[in-house]
């Protein structure tokens, strides 16, 4: 049972763009919503990450939007750049319970010129 | 700084055979994880380590082993290597309590043939 739930499997935007990348989550215990990036080769790397008594963070071109009502967060990249392109990330912490995460199936973006 | 190591980078095993991955970690963390990635499966977590001398299951434990053997060190080990363990391999470390982020190693890829 996915408990988080990512969308789209893939995204193709160019240059300039902005890319959009959604998550939906069931369990109200998650306490914690990072977003990893992820180049080929490579592990994962946080991006930016969000608690839930915001609802925005940004940081550079790097926005989370947090909808606490309808269990949802997304990123937005503004003026996405061709070195933008890997693979998205979102996942959520259990309270209590250091760092282990559940991550959703991973986004490939594509910038394109 | 090296961050998280993960030896080896590739293996490729025959069905039945046995194996240990192996992660050291030099940022002093507490707590330290497997997870495995599977293409639309996005990263699973299979044991993590809260703290030294501590070791519990994740989502997907079944045919896996692990050994926290100090602070810097947590192996992960295949018995009986099935096929349905080829998969690319993520060990991660983090502080126990804080901020939450992982730091992630470059990843070990196991094919199981």
């Known amino acids: 049972q996915q408990q988080v739930k990512q969308s789209p499997q893939s995204l193709i935007v160019q240059k300039g763009g902005i890319s959009i990348i959604n998550c939906a989550y069931e369990?109200?215990?998650?306490?914690?919503f990072p977003w990893y990036q992820q180049f080929p080769g490579k592990g994962p790397a946080l991006l930016i990450a969000?608690?839930?008594?915001?609802s925005e963070k940004k940081e550079g071109r790097f926005t989370i939007s947090f909808n606490k009502s309808a269990k949802q967060f997304s990123l937005h990249i503004m003026d996405s750049q061709p070195g933008d392109s890997a693979t998205y990330f979102c996942?959520?912490?259990?309270?209590?319970?250091?760092?282990?995460?559940?991550f959703g199936t991973g986004t490939r973006l594509q910038v394109t010129l | 700084n090296a961050g998280v190591t993960q030896t080896p980078k590739f293996q490729v095993l025959k069905t039945g055979q046995s194996m240990t991955l192996q992660c050291a970690q030099d940022?002093?963390?507490?707590?330290m994880y497997w997870y495995r990635q599977d293409p639309g499966m996005g990263l699973r977590l299979i044991y993590y380590?809260?703290?030294?001398?501590?070791?519990d299951k994740g989502e997907v434990p079944n045919g896996y082993n692990v050994s926290r053997l100090n602070k810097r060190e947590f192996s992960l080990r295949l018995e009986s290597a099935a096929p349905s363990q080829t998969s690319v391999y993520f060990c991660?470390?983090?502080?126990?309590?804080?901020?939450?982020?992982?730091?992630f190693g470059e990843g070990s890829r196991l094919t199981v043939l």
């Open positions: 969000i608690r839930p008594d915001v």
């Open positions: 991660a470390s983090s502080e126990f309590r804080g901020a939450g982020e992982l730091f």
């Open positions: 380590s809260a703290s030294e001398g501590t070791t």
């Open positions: 996942a959520a912490r259990y309270t209590g319970t250091a760092s282990k995460l559940t």
């Open positions: 369990n109200t215990a998650f306490d914690y």
């Open positions: 940022m002093n963390h507490n707590s």
